[in-house]
C-alpha cells in the first residue's frame, strides 16, 4: 500500500520559518515525481512546490526564494523548508507523487495544517 504522511504543521508568526515533513511508504520517492501542494480556505489547491526524478524544481510565483523542496533517498522522505511565511502562506500542506511529469499526481497524504498570524 502506498502511503504518504505528512508532518511539520503549526502555528507560527509571520517571518517565522517552517519545515514539513512528508514520510513515504509502499513508494520509493527517487523513482517518483514528489510535489508539495496548498489549499487554503475557499480556494482551489494549488502546486507549491515540485521535485522531478530527474532533480528539476518548481516553484509557485509566490513562493520563490521562500521555500525549497529536497527529498532524502535513503530515508525515503521529502521536505518542504519554507522560510520568511506570510499569513497568506496559511493553508493545508499536501504531499503529493507521481510517476512522471506526464502522469497525474496519483498519491496523496492526508495534510498538515500551515496557520501563520501577523
Known amino acids: 500500500q502506498r502511503q504518504l504522511v505528512e508532518s511539520g504543521g503549526g502555528l507560527v508568526q509571520a517571518g517565522d520559518s517552517l519545515r514539513l515533513s512528508c514520510a513515504a511508504s509502499?513508494?520509493?520517492?527517487?523513482?517518483?515525481?514528489m510535489g508539495w501542494f496548498r489549499q487554503a480556505p475557499g480556494k482551489q489547491r494549488e502546486l507549491v512546490a515540485s521535485?522531478?526524478?530527474?532533480?528539476?524544481?518548481n516553484y509557485a510565483e509566490s513562493v520563490k526564494e521562500r521555500f525549497a523542496i529536497y527529498k532524502d533517498n535513503a530515508k525515503n522522505m521529502v521536505y518542504l523548508t519554507m522560510n520568511s511565511l506570510k499569513p497568506d502562506d496559511t493553508a493545508v500542506y499536501f504531499c503529493?507523487?507521481?510517476?512522471?511529469?506526464?502522469?497525474?499526481?496519483?498519491?496523496w497524504g492526508q495534510g498538515t495544517q500551515v496557520t501563520v498570524s501577523s
Open positions: 503529493a507523487a507521481r510517476y512522471s511529469f506526464r502522469a497525474s499526481w496519483e498519491y
Open positions: 509502499g513508494l520509493m520517492v527517487s523513482a517518483f515525481d
Open positions: 521535485l522531478a526524478i530527474i532533480g528539476d524544481t
